[in-house]
């Protein structure tokens, strides 16, 4: 997959080339293309932004230099812009990305925002949540590394994708090394037991409860095995008692 970003900081994306995705990107399971749209201006002091017609506050960035950066691509993909406006991004969009798209591009905002004529250049608008940071910067670099981590080849062990949190519309369940008893905190017997059935239950079980504890909203518009039913029910009776 490439990967390209529209930003006025590329300094910024050093943390993408290190660690695991560093070690991708030079086994060249994703490329980076960072691009700065300053580069694009045609004024003599590079300006990217301007104020906003009809007056207020804050700086707007220009569709200029941002249409000629993305004019530029070889390659597009899919085009998303990083906005509180956006739509919620979740692991099912990093999957899908993932899956489905050769090329990505993001375009990064920053100032109180762009022209609105940049939205319409754009596939997707995506948020991380409802806040506002300084800039796009950073909410894109969480969607580049959730999205690069499920390609083949990235993460060390396949499976670890599978059993993450999210994965399957649950958190994940608590996990365990050595030693097996520390200063009094116990590992789950079962999970030194060698029963594998009897772990599968208890790790699907501890999923259930950390979603019920945590985020119970996930819960909401999920269909249950009869297994998670029983379960579920299991916990919700553990939990009444030691209340």
């Known amino acids: 997959m490439k990967i390209n970003v529209l930003t006025l900081f590329p300094d910024m994306f050093t943390p993408l080339q290190v660690s695991m995705l560093g070690r991708a990107l030079e086994d060249k399971k994703w490329e980076l293309n960072l ?3 300053r580069d694009f201006t045609t004024d003599v ?3 990217v932004d301007d104020t906003p017609y009809g007056g207020g506050a804050g700086m707007v960035l220009q569709i200029m230099p941002i249409k000629k950066a993305l004019d530029s691509l070889e390659k597009k993909g899919k085009v998303i812009i990083t906005a509180p406006q956006g739509k919620t991004f979740n692991q099912k969009m990093a999957k899908r990305w993932a899956d489905e798209e050769q090329d990505l591009t993001f375009i990064c905002g920053h ?3 762009f022209d609105q004529r940049v939205y319409e250049m754009a596939d997707e608008v995506v948020s991380i949540g409802d806040y506002v940071l300084t800039g796009g910067e950073l909410p894109t670099m969480s969607m580049i ?7 083949p080849g990235v993460l060390g062990n396949s499976a670890s994708a599978v059993e993450e949190s999210f994965s399957h519309g649950l958190l994940e369940y608590p996990q365990y090394t050595r030693p ?5 905190m116990k590992v789950p017997e079962v ?8 772990i ?3 790790r699907l079980k501890e999923a259930l409860r950390n979603t019920l504890l945590r985020r119970p909203d996930l819960l909401e518009t999920r269909e249950f095995t009869p297994e998670e039913s029983k379960l579920l029910t299991e916990i919700k009776l553990e939990l009444e008692n030691k209340n």
């Not at 590394?145 to 390609?151: E, G, K, N």
């Not at 097996?180 to 009094?184: L, M, P, T, V």
């Open 35 to 37: 691009v700065n749209f």
């Open 45 to 47: 002091h590079h300006h």
């Open 111 to 113: 100032y109180e925002g």
């Open 145 to 151: 590394d959730a999205t690069v981590r499920l390609l």
């Open 180 to 184: 097996a008893e520390f200063e009094g």
């Open 191 to 198: 999970l030194m037991s060698g029963n594998h059935g009897k």
């Open 200 to 202: 599968a239950e208890w």
